[in-house]
């Protein structure tokens, strides 16, 4: 089913590789450097490497760089364990998008619920815990 004969059974193109990012890798606004981590969630990251750059673009440089200062923590940081890192980015991903979502179209309690979980996740989660007290 792979090769496919001409006319006779479908073609299904080839699956892409998954991207795995290993070592020191910067992508436009987030450095991961010797990560402890292996392999990162690319989409995860990613996501919150765009909503870093839309909120740079619009002016908010502080909240911005937190984003990807909080983002380098936890990716760098080898005290977390992978599910709760996973969570973690996960939820931060969904509060940079909201972050990065024009003013009139966010949805505000969504992302204080996102921010609920996510420090409580990150309450005694080593130096994630620290940047999130700031």
Same mark, same amino acid.
């Given at each position: ?13 080839? /699956?892409? /590789? ?6 020191? #890798? ?6 991961? &450097? ?8 690319? $989409? ?7 909503? @870093?750059?839309?909120? /740079? +673009? =619009? ?11 909080? #983002?380098?923590? %936890? ?6 364990? /992978?599910? !709760?890192?996973?969570? &973690? %980015? +996960? *939820?931060? =991903? &969904? @509060?940079?998008?909201? &972050?990065? !979502?024009?003013? +009139?179209?966010?949805?505000? #309690? @969504?992302?204080?619920? *996102? *921010?609920?979980? %996510? =420090?409580?996740?990150?309450? $005694? ?7 999130? #007290?700031?």
């Amino acid at each position: 089913m792979a090769a496919g004969l001409p006319g006779f059974t479908p073609r299904f193109p080839p /699956r892409p /590789r998954p991207v795995v990012i290993t070592g020191n #890798t910067v992508l436009n606004n987030i450095k991961i &450097a010797n990560s402890q981590i292996g392999i990162v969630n690319t $989409g995860t990251i990613g996501t919150i490497d765009n909503a @870093v750059g839309l909120i /740079r +673009e =619009s002016g908010n440089q502080d909240v911005a760089k937190m984003l990807a200062t909080m #983002t380098e923590a %936890l990716a760098n940081d080898a005290a977390i364990d /992978r599910r !709760t890192r996973d969570e &973690a %980015l +996960e *939820l931060l =991903s &969904a @509060v940079a998008t909201e &972050a990065a !979502t024009p003013k +009139e179209a966010r949805r505000v #309690t @969504v992302a204080r619920a *996102l *921010l609920v979980d %996510l =420090s409580q996740i990150l309450g $005694g989660a080593g130096a994630a815990a620290q940047l999130w #007290t700031m």
